[in-house]
Every structure is written in C-alpha cells, then in structure tokens.
C-alpha cells in the first residue's frame, strides 16, 4: 500500500500546482489583459459617468492599484481559503450569491456524474459482448448522433417531448433557490436526462475504444482459448483493462458536465450555479465569474484525482509507472 | 494403420481486408498426426502457421474465417461443435500456451486467481482440492514458493516464470493436445533450454499429442519428431523430421535448412582483415566506460541514477576487424552500441576513435566524426521514417554529408541499392510498403551513404526470419570485406556473431565476461558464463 | 545470389501509380456510408456557408412583416418576431460560428501542433511545463472559459476567433505530444540525431509529416466542439448577439414561442445539429481510415 499513498500524495501535490495555475489563468483572464476588474466591471459607455479621479479612489478602496502579483498572490490565498469576497460595486458577499445556487447544482450533477459511467459501463459491456454486431452498431450510431447534438437542442427536445406533447413535467421551473433538497430533486428529472445524454455519448465512446483494444489483446485471446466464457472475458478479464482511457477521460467529462449544467439551467431556469454565472458575466460581476471558474476548475481537478486513485486500483501496472501518463 | 488423433483436411482460412477482398491465410491444409506424437510447424512470418496451429482449437482471429474444410480431433469434428461445446474443448481436451507470456496474462488478476478460474471451470475440484491441484501444477512446473508466487500480478514475476505460469495453466485440464505457439521467443536462450526440458517431460506424461510453431528450426528439432513446412499459407511438405532433415523435398526446405545459423568453431574466417594496410592499427576504435540510466523523477527533477546498465567496460575495436558483442536482454550490450554511436549519452570513462576522444552526445561530435561512425538498428520497421519514401531516406546522408545535389543523391543511391542486391524501383515506395529484409536493407545503404568507417550493427538481423537474415549476414560480410568496414556487431545469437565476428566480447550484466579470438573463444570458453550460452545452443541443435 | 532470388520475398506488387486516384485511408473511409453521409452534410453547410446572402431568398436584416408570421408562398418558414425572413436568417446562421471556429481552430493547431510536438520530443522540464499549464487550462470546462475570455476580449470575429484559438490549444497539445513521444522513441528519430540533425529539421522533416492524419482528425473534431460551444455561448447569450442571424441565439429566441410556434426553434435545431453531425460522422470515418483511435484524441 506504500508506493499506492506515496502515488496519491504526489498526484495530491500535483493538483495543487494545476490549481495555482487555474488561479492564474482566472486572474488573467478576468483582470489584466485588457485592463483591470473595475475597467470590465465598468462598460465602455458607462465610463462618461466617472471622473478619472472616481476611477482612482474606487481602484485605492478596492486595492486594484498595487502590483498585479501582489493582487494575484491575495486572490489565490483568498480563492483556495474559499473566501470569495465581496462584489466591486455593492459590496455584497460573493459567496451569499452562489452558495443556494451551488448546493442546487450539486444535487443535479452529482447525479448525472454518478449515472452517467453506469450507463456507460453498461451499454460498453452489451456492445462488446458481439463486436461490430447489430446492437453494437446501433449503440455506438445513436451515441456518434447524441454526442454532436447541442446540449441545449437536447433540453429543449426534452421540453418539446415530454413537457409540451406527453405532459409529464413542467417546461420551465418556476422554483426559488432557497428551495429544500427533495424539491429541488423532484423537478431535476429532465435537466439530469438532458445532462446525462452528452456525457454518456463521451464515456461510451472511450469505453468502446478502450473495449476494442483490450479484445484484441493476447491475454483475452489466451483466455478464450483456455474456454473461459464470453461474459467473463468482457465482464471480469477485458472490463477492468478497457476502463482506464474513459477514467482517463474524466477531467474532460467533469468540464463537459460543468458546461452542461450551465448551458441546461439556462434552458429549464433551474435556478442553479449556471443561471448564477450567466447573471455575473451579462452584469460584469468579476469576483463572482472569478469564484465560480475557480470552483468549477477544482471540481474538475477532484474529479480527475478521484479517477487517478479509481485506475491505479483497477490497474496494479500503474503503480509502477510512476512516470506521466 | 492407426486412426490419427488430428486429422486437419483441405481447411482454408480467410480473413478480408480493409478493401473487402478474402485473402487466404491458410490453403487447403491437410494433417494427420498420431496420438502422443509431436509435431513441429516451422515457417516464416505470415506462412500460415499460427492460424493453421489455432485452428486446432477452433478458433480464427477477429476477421477470419474457415472457410472450407474439416479439423478432427479424435472423433470430434472441431468446427461444428457449439459454443458450449467449444468452450469445454478449449482449455478441456486441447490447450493452448501462446508467445508472450507477459501479454498473454490478465494483468489486472493475481496469479492464482487466473488458475483457479480455470480449475473451475475445466474440472470438478473446488476449493481447497483446487487449491492443491494449482499447488500441484505449480510445483510439477518448477515455480518456487507457491503461495507468494499465487499472490503476484503478472507484470511482478519473471519472464521465465510467466511461460510455466501459462503452461501450468494449460495444463489445469488434462489436455490430450497440446499446441503451442513459438512459447520461447519471448525468453533468453538459457531460459529456453528449461522450458523446453520441461514441455518434453510434461507431454510424455500426459501421452498428449503436441504440436509445435515456431520459426527456429532448431527449437523444432529439439522438440518434435514430425515436421510440417509451411509457406504462404500451404504446407510444402510433411514427414518425419529425420526424413525432411536428410532430404528435403522442396527447395524452400533446402534453403530453410541451410539458413540456420550454426556455431561453426571451424567455420570460414569472415571478411578478411586487411591486417597490413596503413589504416590496420590496434585500438582504432576504443572504449572505457560505465554508464547508469536514471530512474524517472519527480515534478521539476531529474531522479536518482538507476543500477548501472555498463560497469567499466574496456574494449578496443582493430581497424577492419569485426568485433562481436554476445550477451542476453538486460546485458547493456544496446546500450554499449548507442554510447558509441552518441545517441545514448552521460556515461562516465572516454570512447575514442581514430586517435581522437570522441563526444557523449553526437550532437557535440563533428560532423565529420558523425559521418565516419553509423549504425544499423534492430527494428527495420522502427529505423525507417514512416512518412518518407526511399528515395529521401537515402539521399538525405548524401546531401548532409557530401552537399550532393538531388539528382546526384539519386544516381548515389541506385548505386548503393545495386550493392545490397535491390532493384532503383524501390526508390519510390515507403518503408512499411518494403518486406523486413528489404528494410534492413535500405537501413545498411542509409548507413553506408555516409561512407562510414566504423558500422555499429545493434541485433540487425533478430527481427528477420531465417533464410532473410541468412541473406542479410552474408550481404554484411561481403560489404565489411569489399569497403574494408571496421565493425561493432552485437547479437543475442551467438551463431550469428561466430559467422561474422573475427573477435567476440561476452557481456553479462553489465559486465565484460570475456573477450577473445572467435575461434579460441567458441572452443574453448574461459567462463561459466560462456559455456552456458553455448549449451543453449548446442540443446538447440539437438543430438543428430 | 542474384537480386532474381529476392523477388519471390516483395509483398503483393502495390498497385500501380496511375490507378491510385486517392490516398488508401481516404479510399477505405469512403467505404463507410456513415462517412459519406458526414462528408456530404459538411460540403452543405460550407457551401451554404459562402453562399447563403447569395442564394437566400431575402436580406437578413430587412423588416418584411409586422411581426411573426406562419410559413407562407412568399416566406417559407414564415417570418420572425421582428418579421424579419426566417428562412434567410436560418441560412446565414451558422456563418459567424463556422468562420470563428474554423480560424481559431487552425491556429489552435497550428500552435498546438509545434508545442506538443518540441515538449513530446525534448521532454525534461520544459515538457512537464507545458503540460501542466495544459493541465490548468483544461480544468476550467471550455464553455466557462470561453465566456470569460470573451468578457475580456470582446465579441467580434477576430476576438472570438483568437480565444477560440486559446481555449482549444491545450488539448491539441496534448494530443500531438502523446503521438509525439511514441514517435521520439523509434529508431528513426536516432538515425536522425546520429546524422546530427538539428532540432527543426527533426521536429519538422522527420516528425511532423507523420502527424498529418492526426492533425487531420484534430482539427475537425476541434471545429465541431468549437461550433457547439460558440453556439451555446450565443444561446446563453453571452455571444454572438443581435441583428446578426446564429442558430444558439435564433433557438434562445424561439424558446418564448416554444409552446405555440415550435418549429421555429426546431428549424435552427437542427442546422446546427446538422453541421455537428455531419463533421462528427465525416471525423468518424477519416479517424478509423487513418488509425486515429479514440483512446489517441484523449490522452
């Protein structure tokens, strides 16, 4: 178990790095290349309204006039303390903005990140029981066709299918965000099918890719020939093998849920972190578009660490490669 | 006459391309053998012989398919029998042991997990009975230490431990057939000579018949007392392997004999060495080194120096001589070639030639010193850029080192091609359109476009069949001799390094075992060391 | 020995020059009707892409009714809210997105390709730069980063092109620096270095020429993510915006009349999935020709 905590402590170590570079690339993004916080709080045909005098008292009250690494050097301890400070005009906390939002997002996408590699896993093992057979065939058609379907053309389907001609759930949720758990829980039946759709289409993808690779290796071969039965070979010799480039895969299916929740609040006005970002970036709220990208990216980053522990289990392999993947 | 145990009769076996034409792998095949009789399957890559030999189980590749004809085993008609049927065939009456050991274990199951699945599934023992059959079958195969061997993963025993692992496995049924697919490649000789001790008592004991592949006629002939000779995927001929040694029928057979390499102490001296021209000095080329790889490092470090692959190994290399390096995987003998070619680099001690010391990386030597030393690679496929034709590949030298201009690079290289015996249409195609050998072969003209002085040949022949690297060693030879090259020949074959090595070094670890004349070397052998790897091939050779 | 006997060793004979019409990958992909289907719906949308003000039927832009109007003889998919012509707008929405994904796209591949390329063959601490900056880019999901990009940059085409370009560099590093360091360790890349290449000439001549299928697939598999996230962007909102015609953003008009005039939103829908599908299924088919797997495009 040693070399196993050692791996994770250094991948925990490693985390910490990329997060210092997000913090980076957040603070770049936001605040200094075209100009400061207050500048992209402040749009251009509002500024006639300030003095330049306003501009450099609001920047002293706000601290935007010392050095960039200082501010950044602030931002980041702020950011991975978790405390987001306050908006540049209101004043207000950030984090009595998002915390409902937040916590009502979680509940829509820990569940479609908990269903969707089920789903997943389930349709790679009956797709690779008859490689290049008609239920393969259809599986992997119908998920090429739903991973390049929008995510939003996908919830507004939904709405169309099962709101307007079925009658089976509400179009849009009129529901406020301070709204208890289970009620929350009971309209996300649609948002969570709509985000589940792309991000099963992805998985699917890489499970069969790493599926088919796996098949063809020697040792499923000597297997087969030892008369060991088709579903062992896919369930107990191929699955654990063929699973590692999906979890390989999963910074990239975390973002891609990320992505969803946004674009699918928007759709069904789920009153979530998603409605809450659009709302920030349409007023030019920075501290709070900063917050968010930040939890967004450490969501992304736990994410892909949980899948780093989940291979080094499946694969005893890797825990030797102590090497980069 | 008997019934015969295997009966195979006019099988095809066809598998369709990319473009949707049928390609035959195997063409109306027949076979007959006796039950408890072994029999060798020896052709080239892509003869046939391993889809003829897994046809045995019923079973085809993804792709292909049987497309006619019948394989009997006893009174079982092997292509008809239903999936159940073939299942408990398959590990039941007739079993497999494949090439690759490490490949061919599920790396994610523990040893004794992979056993016990095929206890339960081939017999009627459970649990602690099928734990002492696996012990049994451990212990009849010569793994030590059951328990913790049972405990392993795959990736965490040896190469040779791996092969008695999957024989053990195949073992777990009773089989009476048993087929297996060039087992030994995969190992070192020495390892091989065990494995191959241990297939022979295993089969006699269970009166099994056997059939074996492989491409090395002296495994087969160690192993086998019928032989199958295939060739583009027909069986040539087929007989007593005393018979087919004594008088072979075809002229493939004939010329598969000849191509293997024996250890001939006797044998006709290689290209002789201009021992009297102004450029023979001792010590033309010299070298006094150690050299560790380091062991991969953490974020922003380099990590600690790992075991070191070279300890002190002092050599010098006579002008026109060649010098054979002889050792097995984990030697340091690839290693010792890529320092001297300066594409391995940061050891410790000094490499010179011609009187002057010789830059770690190739990059800090000079260009003239680059040109004068070249090198042939193991893996022909691997050496050659994939994305480039012929033609640039081998104008290329010409133009770096000698400024030629296309056109004059071109008529170079016609003229190169002429000497390792290839037709100038080859100029226009790209490597993976070539055979092995006539990759291996543009891989030499690249090398001698260079007009080099000292040729480096790293294991040039190990990935080419028989009768190609016969042709190979012998273009080599006549090259060395007509160009006066001063040769670094490494080798795992000792056969191979005694036909064209006039010195030999023996490598073990790391370590310089020994260093003499070839001849005196091959006779009479100073080391343990050498003696055992001349036993391997000697078993090899078998006592005709 | 005569070179005769080295004859019966050739391969098959390949075919001969003058029947070899296209490269062997682009033949075997054509064999997939899937492939076909994808190549035709991609030559569609750019066609209809360079032509639509042409072709169409009305200005974009022109006020023809009084608001929304049902599909008619002189407006096939009736007019919009503002009465503007539906079917002219539907042509031309998908202009801004294809031009903007296809420019950053490029450059994204273009930058990601010599990146990937110099940190996969010269690895040490330079490489294991570069790929955590690639790591801390890909962890925010491209969709947020490109809304905080295009808060700073702004929204026209050059500056939704260039962080289109910035957002979509990352994992085409990744992508080439795998390939990169598989190819590094082949022979070939030592027989350059003992010939004492220089370092352009490796990366360039004797590396890059093996990554054009790679290169190939990225792109397109880039485009169409690109699409879809411009798309989204202006369906947010946060894009593309009025008067210029977008599908994101004609979908995000239509939802007001979802319930009574559906095919509006239907009609934008499905040009945008369209486009997406037909690249998807066109990469689909050029990435199994050219033995580009999926487990390659997600290192």
């Known amino acids: 178990m040693n070399p196993i905590f050692s791996m994770v402590l250094r991948r925990l170590a490693l985390s910490g790095v990329i997060l210092l570079l997000v913090a980076g690339i957040v603070f770049i993004g936001t605040e200094v290349l075209p100009g400061d916080a207050l500048e992209a709080t402040i749009p251009q045909d509002e500024r006639i309204y300030y003095t330049d005098e306003d501009f450099d008292r609001m920047r002293a009250e706000l601290g935007l006039d010392r050095p960039p690494l200082v501010r950044f050097g602030e931002m980041f301890v702020n950011l991975v303390t978790f405390d987001f400070g306050t908006t540049i005009l209101t004043r207000e906390p950030v984090i009595g903005y998002i915390w409902h939002p937040i916590i009502n997002s979680l509940l829509m996408a820990s569940i479609a990140v908990i269903v969707t590699p089920l789903v997943a896993i389930a349709l790679g093992a009956v797709a690779a029981l008859k490689p290049g057979g008609r239920r393969d065939g259809i599986i992997s058609g119908v998920t090429l066709f739903s991973y390049s379907m929008p995510d939003f053309v996908v919830a507004n389907i939904f709405i169309i299918v099962f709101a307007l001609q079925l009658g089976l759930a509400p179009a849009i949720l009129l529901i406020p965000e301070t709204a208890p758990a289970w009620q929350i829980l009971s309209v996300s039946v649609l948002p969570v099918m709509a985000l589940i759709v792309s991000g099963v289409a992805y998985q699917f993808r890489l499970l069969r890719a790493g599926m088919q690779e796996t098949l063809r290796s020697e040792f499923i071969e000597r297997a087969r020939l030892s008369g060991v039965p088709e579903w062992r070979l896919v369930l107990v010799h191929a699955l654990p093998v063929a699973l590692v480039p999906m979890l390989n895969g999963t910074a990239q299916f975390v973002a891609g849920i990320v992505s969803g929740v946004v674009v699918i609040e928007a759709v069904f006005k789920f009153p979530g972190i998603g409605l809450e970002l659009i709302r920030a970036i349409s007023q030019r709220e920075v501290p709070t578009v900063q917050a968010i990208t930040f939890l967004a990216a450490f969501a992304v980053i736990a994410g892909n660490l949980l899948a780093d522990i989940a291979v080094l289990a499946l694969d005893p392999r890797a825990r030797r490669m102590t090497h980069d993947k | 006459m008997m019934t015969p145990h295997i009966h195979i009769s006019g099988l095809d076996v066809t598998y369709s391309t990319d473009l949707g034409t049928e390609v035959h792998a195997v063409r109306d095949a027949g076979l007959q053998v006796l039950r408890g009789e072994t029999l060798g399957i020896v052709g080239e890559s892509g003869s046939g012989k391993s889809t003829l030999a897994r046809s045995l189980l019923g079973y085809a590749r993804p792709g292909a398919r049987f497309a006619k004809g019948t394989v009997r085993l006893g009174d079982t008609d092997v292509l008809r029998l239903d999936p159940a049927g073939l299942r408990a065939f398959r590990g039941g009456r007739a079993a497999m042991v494949p090439q690759n050991p490490l490949s061919s274990l599920t790396p994610h199951m523990p040893i004794g997990r992979q056993l016990a699945e095929l206890v339960r599934l081939h017999t009627d023992l459970r649990d602690s009975a099928a734990k002492k059959r696996i012990l049994w079958l451990m212990d009849r195969t010569g793994l030590p230490e059951p328990d913790k061997l049972l405990a392993r993963y795959p990736h965490e025993i040896s190469g040779g431990q791996r092969q008695r692992v999957v024989i053990a496995a195949a073992l777990i049924g009773r089989p009476e057939l048993i087929v297996l697919d060039e087992p030994t490649t995969a190992l070192d000789k020495t390892v091989e000579a065990e494995v191959l001790q241990l297939v022979a008592e295993l089969q006699k004991e269970l009166n099994a018949t056997l059939v074996y592949v492989s491409h090395d006629l002296n495994v087969i002939r160690a192993m086998c007392r019928k032989i199958a000779v295939m060739k583009d995927g027909k069986i040539l001929e087929q007989g007593l392997l005393s018979r087919v040694y004594s008088r072979p029928a075809t002229a493939y057979t004939q010329e598969l004999i000849r191509a293997i390499p024996r250890i001939e102490p006797q044998g006709p001296k290689p290209g002789s060495r201009p021992a009297h021209t102004a450029l023979a000095s001792a010590g033309f080329a010299t070298t006094s080194v150690s050299f560790s790889y380091h062991r991969p490092g953490g974020l922003f470090r380099r990590g600690p120096d790992g075991p070191p692959a070279l300890q002190d190994i002092t050599l010098d290399i006579n002008a026109g001589e060649t010098l054979g390096i002889v050792g097995e995987s984990g030697s340091g003998k690839s290693t010792l070639a890529g320092l001297v070619a300066g594409i391995v680099s940061g050891h410790s001690g000094r490499i010179t030639f011609d009187g002057q010391p010789l830059a770690g990386k190739a990059a800090n030597r000079s260009k003239d010193m680059r040109r004068r030393v070249q090198m042939v690679f193991q893996d022909p496929l691997s050496s050659l850029n994939p994305a480039q034709k012929v033609n640039e590949i081998l104008a290329r030298p010409r133009q770096l080192y000698f400024g030629r201009s296309a056109a004059e690079a071109r008529a170079d290289s016609i003229a190169l091609l002429k000497e390792v015996e290839l037709e100038p249409d080859i100029l226009n195609r790209s490597a993976r359109q070539l055979s092995g050998g006539q990759q291996q072969r543009i891989a030499m003209c690249r090398a001698l476009a260079a007009e080099p002085e000292l040729l480096i040949c790293d294991e040039v022949t190990s990935a080419l069949d028989v009768t190609i690297q016969a042709r190979v060693l012998d273009l080599l030879l006549r090259i060395q001799k007509e160009r006066g090259l001063t040769c670094l020949f490494i080798s795992h074959d000792l056969a191979v390094i005694g036909k064209v090595s006039h010195r030999v070094a023996v490598l073990q670890m790391g370590r310089l075992q020994e260093i003499g004349q070839r001849d005196a070397l091959l006779n009479a052998p100073t080391t343990d060391y050498t003696r055992k790897l001349l036993q391997g091939h000697r078993h090899d050779a078998g006592a005709t | ?299």
């Not at chain 3, 075919?15 to 994808?38: D, E, F």
């Not at chain 3, 994904?101 to 601490?125: K, P």
């Not at chain 3, 792109?219 to 699409?227: M, P, T, W, Y």
Request: include cysteine.
């Open chain 3, 1 to 299: 020995m005569t070179s005769d006997t080295f004859a019966q060793f050739r391969p098959p004979a390949a075919p001969p020059a003058k029947a070899r019409r296209l490269p062997l990958p682009l033949r075997r992909a054509l064999r997939s009707p899937m492939t076909v289907i994808g190549l035709v719906l991609v030559s569609f949308h750019l066609l209809l892409a360079l032509f639509a003000p042409v072709i169409a039927p009305y200005s974009v832009s022109a006020i023809l009714t009084t608001g929304l109007t049902p599909p008619s003889g002189a407006h096939w998919l009736g007019t919009d809210q503002i009465g503007r012509d539906y079917l002219s707008r539907l042509m031309s929405g998908g202009r801004i997105a294809l031009l903007v994904s296809l420019l950053g796209v490029f450059a994204a591949v273009v930058t990601g390709a010599v990146l990937g390329l110099f940190a996969g063959y010269r690895g040490g601490w330079l490489d294991d730069l570069v790929m955590r900056l690639t790591d801390a880019v890909m962890a925010v999901p491209e969709l947020l980063l490109i809304a905080v990009l295009v808060l700073t940059f702004g929204k026209e085409i050059w500056s939704l092109s260039i962080v289109v370009a910035i957002v979509y560099t990352p994992g085409v590093v990744r992508v080439i620096r795998a390939r990169t360091v598989g190819l590094a360790a082949q022979d070939f890349i030592r027989a350059a270095e003992l010939r004492g290449e220089s370092l352009p000439r490796i990366l360039f001549r004797e590396l890059a020429p093996n990554l054009t299928g790679l290169l190939a697939v990225e792109l397109a598999i880039r485009c169409s993510s690109a699409v879809l996230k411009i798309s989204a962007l202006s369906f947010l909102g946060l894009g593309i915006s009025q008067p210029t015609p977008d599908w994101g953003l004609m979908v995000q008009e239509a939802m007001t009349v979802i319930f009574t005039d559906p095919w509006f939103l239907i009609a934008p829908a499905i040009g945008l999935s369209s486009l997406v599908i037909g690249i998807n299924f066109a990469v689909d088919g050029l990435a199994r020709a050219y033995g580009v797997s999926e487990t390659d495009t997600n290192p």
